[in-house]
């Protein structure tokens, strides 16, 4: 066996570079790091001799790098995913949150933080997690529950077997999400003579499982029987590559689409089929035929409470629920009839079973109404007043073009965008509502524009995001990859306060004027901005917010708009409840009738379902 004597890091950066995606791209296509004790010696020295072979990008926060490779991930529909490193302690763990985001959004992403010696002869090193019963407990054990798959290489040649098997669950569709690889730092830098083999090109190719032949049959009947069908458009249909296969899968039946916050933009908002977003954050159209549907296909969604209005939507007592994932545990969810598969290959073989069979038109006045409201209330405002989100909403698409990609994750925003953004092509709406993360959006951008140089990127970010994680802007200027901002200030957690006078409560630690100072908060965002190096301006309205994106459009630098906005509107038209426990004893009359509302709901959804 002919060998090459290689420390572990350099092995690891050396195989990394050598793996092909099934379109012949590098499957990881590069490493973003932040150096410390832990990681700078081992993995710092390989990825430097790697250069240009394996590129490295250097980032400001740990979390902030891995939303960057987590959103390319994204948006190159988990056909590649990065490597993220950091140090032991504090840098590794600033990485879970991101860990978990990935997880639950089942998204791929190759977490290496460093770990302690494996020899444990300086025990304990700086920023060591002891454990008094437990040897071999480090901080790094937190990324245990959102790792796909975890591994701590304690010896170089476990390498030989825990690399290709983070390959595979980036490249399972059923299994994809975040890998966790600590890597103790003396192994890192330990010298090894690895087969030559392990290093040559490798393709990974995504299978696409087909329907069993049982369950293709019954969910065939269960769509014939159907009077009022709606197909549920989630993430799967993006990473499956089944925009096509749905479109004609929707119009050769006529099932009217609805779509999720990870689905949208898999049909085009104008095809007449695209009822709009479902759910709590729903378009009044969607919603409508939700609630009567008889069947609901819900194509690669994990229904999440958002989707289904926490199970209070579907309220025809006949609903049934057929699930097509190509992941069994999100098929057989809430006794569905479960059709386990991959969603093109699904959608194509249940068309073939179905013949010519079509179901009942849906009723087209819906859709218009719902456009007419979308319209209402995203036209530009005639007074004075403080903008809306919604307003400021119509202006950003209204100085973009189709290609654009609006990309954002908390806050009000996704909840409005979800409802009036029209979508023309997919990929253009790109929103991480799986955990919905506050500081997701800058750095998500900046790994948007990665994944899609060519198309503009506009991230649409509220105060509260913007300060909980902003410093990949920095990043975005260095990089030279420009991504618009539109930072809406209505100064404070304006949808957390919506939510909380909502459900009984008083006005109280969410805006800045209500929570506890001594001097009355007064940020300057658009200075802030321009420190980082951005081009960065405020406007006075939405006119003037237009003109602003003429500029940014023009501009070569990442482009900061700042508009202020008022924190109590929100559109009301569409939507549906969702279950947020309100308090049973409460000495406030207004929460005590809040409670009164919300059980009534709750009887509601219990004889419903
Ligand atoms: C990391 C994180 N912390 C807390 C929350 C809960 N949360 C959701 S939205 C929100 C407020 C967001 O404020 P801002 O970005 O200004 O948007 P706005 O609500 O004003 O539209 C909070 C605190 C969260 N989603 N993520
Ligand atoms: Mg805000």
Redesign the pocket.
Known sequence: MTTIRLTAAQAMVRYLAAQKNGDGERLIPGCWAIFGHGNVAGLGEALQQAGDAFPTWRGHNEQGMAHAAIAFAKARNRRQAMAVTTSIGPGATNMV?AAALAHVNRLPVLFVPGDVFANRAPDPVLQQVEDFDDGTVSANDCFRPVSRYFDRIQRPEQLLSALPRAMRVFTDPADCGPVTLAFCQDVQAEAFDWPVTFFEERVWRVRRPRADVTELLEAAQAIKAAKTPLIIAGGGVHYSGACEALRGFAERHGIPVAETQAGKSALAFDHPLNFGAIGVTGAASANDIAERADLVIAVGTRLQDFTTGSWALFKNPACRLLCLNVAAYDAAKHDALALVADARSGLEDLGAALGDYSAPAPDAALKDSWMAAVAAVTAAPRGNDLPS?AQVIGAVQRGLDDAAVVLG?????PGELHKLWKAARPGGYHMEYG?????YEIAGGLGAKMACPDREVVVM????????MNSELATSVMLGLKIIVVL???R??????RLQVATGGESFN?LLDTARHVTPSDIDFAAHAASMGAIAEKVDGIASLEEALVRARASTRSHVIVIDTD?LASTDAGGHWWDVAVPEVSGQARVRDARGHYETILKQRRSSN
């Open positions: 949150t989100d994750a908390a806050g009000g925003l955990y919905s993360c506050m500081g970010v509220g105060d509260g995001s913007y300060m909980m809406l200030d209505n404070g957690f304006g949808c957390i306060n969410n924190p």
